[in-house]
């Protein structure tokens, strides 16, 4: 089973611009001269105005200068707001250090949005030294006050043992608090992390962590956040028809969640629809079509597909046969493997190597080096 940490970073970032009720309400000139005497809340209302681009031309540094002059005056929506445009350099300098401080400010106010995002500051390290237990503070600031992204990455701080110690019972009451809120104020946080909540349910359920394990209820959950457009509950979900666990067994099913998954750019069902193309499982059997999931999945930096695409230059299955660029792709998924995996990669790659020449090596080797420095790790 796959979980991912989830990052609402973006839903925290449309959250602060959505404009609020009070400037829809009245035109864009009368709250400019409420914003011109003084008054904080026109000043955070034509802030979030200028940084939406709601009725005039989007204007970064427009919305900063708005937003300071709320900020100074203490005001914890405009302060957030203030740090979000210095994390993303958006009319002032990028300055993570800087958003610290403004999110710091505006958390103390009790801004969830705030206490949120200065929990992903300290887990990540940007702006502060890396600190998981200060980002399960804010987190769980955030969380006790019903933020679902809060609840769900609190949860994955339990589950993993990051900054508290390891306890899978507290992630799943975590998760289940995400996953079982209703119509909360801000849906599209919502939306997502209960999504990623219902997803690390239904692992939970899967592995038995922390519950008893039941395939049966992990279907359920990987169903609720894959038919929400979650792209790992949509693998996951593949997965269970692939493997016939709380559902029939099904290939054709799996491979309608893999696509749904690969489509949107998840590498593990990129590879899984591979797989299944390769094999006939599910679809018609197709090795075109497997090699362009793998090196989808490949370009995504999946050393298993790298592996697959690599396989299949060097035997010419869905591709012409090209030992050089068989060496390249075994030669970078030797680079990103460990363990036995990258045993294989490299025994595969010297095969491959006793047939070449040196130019081809040194081609290769060139090949594998440029993909390299094209996609940082």
Do not use: C, K
Request: charged share 25%; proline share 3%.
């Amino acid at each position: 089973m796959t979980r991912r940490w989830a990052g609402l970073v973006a839903v925290v970032l449309l959250l602060a611009f959505s404009v609020p009720l009070g400037a829809q309400q009245e035109s864009i000139e009368e709250t400019r001269t409420r914003a011109e005497a003084g008054d904080a809340d026109a000043q955070v209302s034509l802030g979030l105005v200028y940084a939406t681009g709601e009725g005039v031309l989007e204007n970064g540094v427009e919305a900063a200068r708005w937003f300071r002059l709320a900020a100074e005056q203490g005001l914890g929506l405009a302060q957030h707001s203030l740090g979000l445009m210095y994390e993303d350099g958006r009319g002032v300098p990028r300055d993570e250090a800087e958003a610290i401080r403004w999110y710091r400010l505006a958390a103390d106010q009790g801004l969830v949005e705030a206490e949120f995002n200065l929990g992903l500051m300290y887990e990540d390290g940007r702006g502060v030294p890396q600190d998981e237990a200060e980002a399960v503070r804010w987190y769980r600031l955030a969380a006790e006050q019903g933020d679902a992204g809060a609840q769900v990455n609190l949860g994955l701080m339990y589950e993993f043992g990051r900054g508290v110690p390891q306890d899978e019972a507290e992630a799943v009451r975590l998760y289940r608090l995400a996953a079982d809120q209703g119509l909360p104020q801000t849906q599209m946080a919502a939306d997502q992390g209960l999504a990623q909540a219902q997803n690390n349910l239904g692992a939970m359920h899967a592995e038995g962590l922390g519950v008893p394990q039941d395939d049966v209820e992990a279907v359920r959950w990987f169903r609720l956040a894959a038919d929400q457009g979650a792209s790992d509950a949509q693998y996951n979900l593949g997965l269970m028809y692939e493997d016939g666990r709380g559902v029939p067994q099904d290939e054709a099913e799996a491979v309608r969640w893999y696509r749904l998954a690969a489509e949107q750019g998840f590498a593990e069902a990129q590879l899984s629809l591979g797989i299944s193309y390769a094999n006939g499982h599910g679809v018609p059997q197709d090795e075109a079509e497997a090699v362009r999931w793998y090196r989808l999945a490949a370009e995504n930096g999946d050393a298993e597909s790298q592996f697959n695409l690599g396989a299949m230059y060097q035997s010419g299955r869905g591709v012409p046969q090209n030992d050089v660029t068989a060496h390249m792709w075994f030669n970078l998924a030797a680079s990103q493997s460990t363990g036995a995996h990258q045993n294989q990669a490299i025994q595969y790659r010297d095969i491959i190597a006793e047939r070449l020449n040196l130019d081809q090596i040194t081609e290769a080797q060139r090949l594998a080096r440029e993909w390299d420095e094209a996609h940082p790790r």
